[in-house]
């Protein structure tokens, strides 16, 4: 016990500074932060794996140790508590006066026999486990019940292992995919279409179930009455189609609370955003590029940034970095900023370059970033030419000659997660005991109860009753008092003498 | 209209904070008088006190405690609950009445959002320490708690005081991440869970200090808070303690499961190590060893108290810290 409090204790302040220190897992871009933040600090707290605690070396150490602690515990608690319920309650103690609750009466007469058979009836229909002793002049009953506490308790430390488990069992073969997906675009489930993913150990990438989620709309409702919360988002509903092999495409919704189930995944709607389409035209007006490019919201009015990039189709290589504000202010007073999540005035302002993209070497390189080492800056605040600023519709030339690029309209992406846990449901029904097991364990009083008759030199017998708690018991002595009570009802003769 | 119930629900909780320090005032006052009386009839016990006493004793019999074994049962008798002064009854009447206001405001805003009062600070602030003063009350038609009565006022006071000042906040409707039934279950079990971990944490902390007088009379040093003359044993404060505990450490491993639950249905994982989740551990752990400490040879009494104070003071840095300093997913329940 003294071995368990000690690294439970030790779990607890272990478990501490990974919530004063941003975790990989939870928010990589805290932990780059971080170590631009504090570029001393930074490698001493990476060697000690302090960005991700709950997987470093101590802080398994710790659980593991506790988790073995608690199998030594447990093996021979349950051995010895199978015995225990094959076991019949010991013998009454010889002198029930020390014990809790103890309390007597004296009856004139009557047989020994009789008033002790009473009382274990008693005491057997109210759940204990009974067993009589007799003996010249002197007949008891001896009971106990409770062992569910000892049986709940086991649970809820089993229940414990099993969640460990499942949960190690699920990080092996579940995995976690993302992926933003433009209204009218489909999804397919295959490894190449994810824009990112995170496969357990044992995960089967060629073999992912096959479906397919068109992402027909996205509605948002942004709050407009109440002026405390103006532009605060009320709803996120995505509509789309679902196909799975052998049966036909169904019309489903994913909400944020409410992810679409298929496939064995679950799909969760967990960001949405703009946008917009754009159309760049070469010298001669022929179509290079068509496209809606998701652009990444930095704030809760949704202003949002975009790369779009044009490798083919014009002279130079085009790569432009688009801002878009939905609602954009009147003024530039505070930069380029949107004052409402909703389309109300919808602006893209494009800063234009030109040159070397970086993209023909074959490396992977981020959608969301431009690399503007081999570029010059075309049309911007640092080009002789002024950015771009279009309305949906409108149209623009670009500098030098390169042709024209056309704002054709905003659409929303949906920001969908994916994932796969195979025993989840598992961990659930391993909680559902923990609770079970911790709620009998706490709350099924343990007890055992003696009731003793004795015959007196005078002929009366005199009854004596008293209980033993085994574990914090508060209903002991009431207990005592109202089997004593039931008892005195049950016996013939009226008891003469009633003494606590 | 809705505005102006916005308004009556905000003034229903201030006349609660009012009713509530008059209540705390009370029950200091009755706090100080124990102390005066405790000197007066352990070390100058005339025969009119002593028959006072007896009087009083005999006016006030008749139900017995059953909650303890004999040997505490003595002791008790002798100390508790039997001697009431006025000022206690003033405060306890105060203390309802203050629940009642509190009540009103805490429906009234409800009312207005058109869904529970807990979805950020200044909702669970109201709440959760009606539900404090809930649950004090509700344990008192039980058990003689009233001495905590200045502990559970004055917290519910300081906590009132600083959501009033730095977390009002209108009413405004409920992000997508916060529709679902789950807030229902999981924040309000948490609050529960909370103003039990309260109680108890007052009963250990006036258990250490029990236990501290009570050695200073096996070594025969004065005793410095006379009043702790007037209430039970520091064994009878242990059990008590641990009692109401455990009821708060189910309701808290009920949240931690409901709310993997929820954020298995939000988020897409049951558990990520999020801030809150950590915080929501960390205080799981330290009341798990507080259960253990007290079948631990040597941990029993004080130290497990100790346990249960720190485990208090994490519970309090999860809900005033955590929620609203700690960067996570949980941060948007702050404001």
Request: charged letters at 15%; one cysteine or more; hydrophobic letters at 45%.
């Amino acid at each position: 016990m003294r071995t368990a409090l000690f690294l439970l204790l030790l779990l607890a302040v272990a478990a501490v500074p990974g919530s004063l220190v941003p975790q990989t897992s939870a928010d990589p871009n805290g932990v780059a932060q971080y170590k631009i933040d504090h570029p001393e600090l930074y490698p001493i707290l990476k060697n000690l794996q302090v960005f991700d605690t709950y997987t470093s070396v101590w802080f398994s150490a710790i659980y593991l140790l506790l988790f073995i602690s608690l199998i030594g515990c447990v093996i021979p608690r349950t051995k010895h508590h199978l015995d225990a319920l094959r076991a019949k309650p010991p013998r009454t103690p010889v002198r029930l006066n020390r014990m809790a609750g103890y309390t007597f009466v004296t009856v004139p007469g009557g047989s020994l026999a009789n008033i002790v058979d009473k009382a274990r009836g008693i005491l057997k229909s109210s759940g204990y486990r009974v067993v009589t002793f007799e003996k010249p002049g002197e007949a008891s009953v001896s009971a106990e019940r409770g062992y569910l506490r000892e049986t709940g308790n086991l649970v809820f430390h089993i229940a414990l292992l099993g969640v460990l488990l499942a949960v190690g069992v699920g990080g092996g073969f579940g995995f976690v995919g993302q992926r933003v997906v433009t209204t009218g675009q489909t999804f397919v489930n295959t490894l190449v279409n994810y824009d990112s993913f995170n496969p357990g150990r044992f995960v089967n990438t060629n073999n992912l179930s096959p479906y397919s989620i068109t992402v027909d709309s996205l509605d948002v409702k942004y709050s407009n009455s109440n002026s405390d919360a103006r532009g605060e988002p009320l709803d996120y509903t995505a509509h789309v189609t679902a196909k799975t092999p052998g049966s036909p495409a169904e019309k489903r919704t994913i909400k944020v609370n409410e992810p679409l189930e298929i496939g064995g995944t679950n799909v969760y709607l967990l960001g949405n955003g703009y946008a917009p389409e754009v159309t760049i035209r070469d010298a001669k007006g022929h179509i290079v590029f068509r496209d809606a490019t998701p652009f990444l919201p930095q704030d809760s009015n949704l202003t949002s940034q975009g790369v779009i990039k044009v490798p083919d189709g014009l002279a130079k290589q085009l790569g432009i970095i688009g801002i878009f504000r939905p609602t954009a202010a009147k003024t530039m007073a505070n930069g380029p900023i949107s004052t409402y999540p909703g389309l109300k005035n919808p602006k893209l302002t494009l800063t234009v370059f030109s040159g070397d993209l970086g993209l023909d070497n074959g490396a992977p390189v981020s959608v969301y970033a431009l690399n503007v080492n081999k570029l010059k800056q075309i049309a911007g605040p640092a080009a002789s030419s002024p950015g771009l600023d279009l309305k949906p519709g409108q149209t623009a030339k670009l500098p030098d000659g390169l042709g024209s690029i056309t704002f054709d309209g905003v659409k929303r992406f949906a920001s969908l997660d994916v994932h796969h846990d195979p025993t989840k449901t598992w961990v659930l029904i391993f909680s559902v005991l923990i609770l079970g097991g911790l709620l009998t364990s706490l709350f099924v009083p343990r007890r055992r109860m003696w009731v003793k008759a004795i015959e007196q030199a005078d002929g009366g017998i005199r009854i004596e009753y008293a209980g033993l708690a085994r574990g914090d018991d508060p209903g002991l002595d009431a207990a005592v008092d109202a089997l004593a009570a039931k008892h005195r009802e049950l016996i013939e003769p009226e008891p003469v003498e009633v003494k606590a | 209209m809705n505005e102006s119930l916005s308004q009556l629900s905000v003034l229903c909780a201030y006349s609660a904070m009012g009713i509530y320090a008059l209540a705390f005032v009370a029950f200091a006052l009755d706090l100080a008088r124990r102390g005066a009386r405790a000197t007066v009839t352990t070390e100058a016990p005339s025969a009119v006190a002593r028959r006072a006493e007896t009087a009083r004793v005999a006016e006030a019999g008749g139900s017995t405690t059953t909650l303890t074994r004999i040997t505490n049962r003595v002791e008790n008798e002798v100390n508790w609950g039997r001697k009431q002064s006025k000022s206690l009854r003033v405060a306890f009447v105060l203390t309802t009445l203050g629940f009642a206001f509190h009540l009103v405001a805490d429906i009234l805003r409800g009312v207005v959002a058109g869904r529970v009062p807990w979805a950020n600070m200044w909702e669970f602030s109201l709440t959760g320490t009606l539900i404090i003063v809930g649950v004090f009350l509700l344990l008192n038609i039980k058990y003689d708690l009233r001495f905590l009565g200045a502990f559970v006022t004055g917290l519910v006071l300081v906590l009132l005081g600083i959501a009033a000042v730095k977390y009002y906040v209108a009413v405004v409707p409920l992000p997508p991440a916060l529709q679902s039934y789950w807030l229902v279950i999981h924040v309000m079990v948490a609050i529960i869970g909370t103003a039990f971990f309260a109680i108890g944490f007052a009963l250990s902390v006036v258990q250490l200090l029990q236990y501290r007088r009570e050695r200073q009379v096996e070594e025969g040093k004065p005793q410095q808070f006379r009043f702790l003359l007037t209430m039970p044993s520091s064994a009878t404060l242990e059990n008590l303690a641990y009692r109401t505990n455990i009821v708060a450490f189910i309701l808290w491993t009920f949240t931690l499961i409901a709310g993997a639950i929820w954020a298995e249905k939000a988020w897409g994982r049951y558990w990520g190590w999020d801030t809150k989740e950590v915080w929501t551990f960390i205080i799981w752990v330290i009341y798990a060893g507080y259960i253990h400490a007290r079948a631990t040879r040597g941990w029993r009494g004080s130290r497990s108290a100790w346990l249960a104070v720190v485990g208090f003071s994490a519970v309090m840095f999860n809900f005033g810290i955590v929620n609203v300093f700690f960067k996570g997913l949980h941060s948007y329940s702050g404001f």
